[in-house]
């Protein structure tokens, strides 16, 4: 499981600008609510956002290992900038899987190299877990399409440049989905209010609205009716970076756990010293090491092209955000009142963890997906 040079280059490049930059805003970003565009320039700046995506489209050009890797240490030290990395590559994948030359060219580079941001519109008001019950209609008209519907819960939505939607082209559950990519400044797109969230507060989330939103035909990513099957294959490839995300968030919070309980005083001893808060440590810091453990075993699944990556990617996402709810409830738990306090990180961590058992596919939808997939002989 040891990682590369080139691939422990890259971590320490991104734990460095996590430690030195990202961490010390971390508090800020949460209570400001807004898109923390500083630390998204030093990502950028240092190839974080192109990790995982081919040198000739702006990226680095390394593996999913690494790049989870990266987006591990982020979230250690602020889950919403990382929140930033992860959306980028949801809205990254779509492109990389189906899009043209010219479409990946156009769209990928600058989303690779950080210069605008990306999101991903699949969420509908009805259409959350069931996402073949989308109604945001593509209807053919001349030489292009055009758009009607109403997302919900778009991260970076407003904020970003480039959207990949998930529309309806006909009837058919699952073969009547198809893509298309709107540029933002589109007549007919625009944008609800910011929703007001328990956590990840720094990552803007709002409503989209497509009021004949018109797009030429070559703005269709994928075939017609292929929509469906890519956006299994996006989220085969997303998840463990979610993973990585909560593993993150939950590595983030044991470690300011371990550091309070050697300091912190209680009957003339220091907290670390009782037998019941040992135990506790020894419960976080096992279920850390198997959440890593998953989250690169899907990691590297990916990257060899296995084809049961996607048993270990829902796996790795599922239990990596199991792991970082429950461990930055234990590190709240382990500084007592003061984990309660907004001047303690860890009452920001155990905010942030929730999301990542609720997106790209609640848990309960993980389970289905791992369990069919096991009882599927
Ligand atoms: C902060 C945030 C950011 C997001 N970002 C994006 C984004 O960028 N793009 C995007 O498209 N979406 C995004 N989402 C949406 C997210 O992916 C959905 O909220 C999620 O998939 C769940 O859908 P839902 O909210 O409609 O819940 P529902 O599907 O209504 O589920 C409600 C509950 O029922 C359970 N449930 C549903 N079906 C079953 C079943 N068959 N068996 C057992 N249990 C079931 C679920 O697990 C859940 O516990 C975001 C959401 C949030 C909160």
Not at 316 to 326: E, G, L, P, R, V
Request: hydrophobic share 40%; aromatic share 6%.
């Amino acid at each position: 499981m040891l990682l590369t040079t080139e691939q422990e280059m890259i971590q320490k490049v991104a734990r460095a600008i996590a430690k030195d930059h990202i961490e010390p805003r971390a508090k800020e970003v949460d209570e400001k609510g807004e898109t923390p565009w500083e630390n998204i320039c030093i990502m950028a700046e240092n190839g974080l956002f192109g990790v995982h995506v081919p040198e000739e489209y702006g990226g680095v050009g390394s593996d999913m290992v690494t790049h989870a890797a990266v987006v591990e240490e982020i979230a250690s030290a602020c889950a919403s900038t990382s929140v930033a990395l992860s959306t980028q590559a949801l809205a990254i994948a779509p492109f990389l899987i189906a899009g043209t030359e010219e479409q990946k060219k156009r769209y990928v580079t600058p989303m690779a190299q950080g210069k605008v941001l990306g999101s991903f519109g699949i969420t509908e008001p009805n259409a959350g877990s069931d996402v073949a019950s989308i109604r945001t209609t593509a209807k053919k008209d001349g030489n292009g399409y055009i758009l009607n519907g109403h997302k919900v819960f778009i991260t970076n939505a407003g904020e970003s440049e480039i959207y990949v939607f998930v529309t309806r082209t006909s009837e058919d559950r699952t073969k009547g989905i198809s893509l298309f990519i709107v540029d933002k400044g589109t007549p007919g797109l625009s944008f609800g209010k910011k929703e007001d969230k328990m956590g990840i507060r720094g990552s803007v989330t709002r409503e989209v609205f497509l009021e004949n939103v018109r797009v030429p035909k070559e703005n269709m990513l994928g075939g017609e009716g292929e929509g469906f099957k890519i956006l299994m294959n996006v989220f085969n490839e997303t998840r463990p970076i979610v993973g990585a995300q909560a593993l993150g968030i939950a590595r983030g919070a044991y470690e300011y756990a371990i550091n309070y309980i050697k300091e912190r005083r209680q009957f003339g001893k220091p907290l670390s010293n009782f037998q019941i808060i040992q135990s506790m440590i020894a419960d976080m810091a096992i279920q850390i090491e198997t959440a890593k453990l998953l989250v690169n075993q899907a990691a590297r699944k990916i990257d060899e092209g296995n084809p049961n990556a996607p048993l270990y990617s829902s796996m790795a996402k599922c239990h990596a955000s199991d792991t970082a709810m429950k461990v930055t409830t234990d590190a709240v738990q382990l500084l007592g009142g003061y984990g309660y306090i907004k001047d303690y990180p860890v009452e920001r961590m155990m905010r942030d963890a929730k999301i990542t058992q609720i997106y790209e596919g609640t848990n309960q939808i993980q389970r289905i997906i791992i369990s069919n997939h096991i009882l599927k002989d």
